[in-house]
């Protein structure tokens, strides 16, 4: 079993607006579906490669050293960035 202080989905469920999410699997299937997501995920690749599935890999054991690099390098990009900031927008719950 995982360490609380490690678990990914631990942190997950204490951040509210992750939490609304994961309550709500309607919501979250749209926001895998959107496109914001689909470009995301399309630059971590071409960003990551290999590495991303390595990143990955290691986080969901508890080391998040490994993808912060990748996700760093993304947002470095002009392209991560925006990709990052739109799919926040898409996020966010309408008041």
Known sequence: MANQANDPLEALRRNPEAAAFLGNPAALAALLRSPETQKLVRLLEETGGNQLQ??????????????????????????????????????????
Do not use: F
């Open 54 to 95: 390595q990143a990955a890999g290691q986080a969901v054991r508890g080391d998040t050293t490994a993808l912060k690099r990748v996700v760093d390098r993304l947002m470095d990009s002009k392209d991560g960035a925006q990709a990052v900031e739109a799919l926040q927008r898409r996020a966010k719950p309408e008041p």
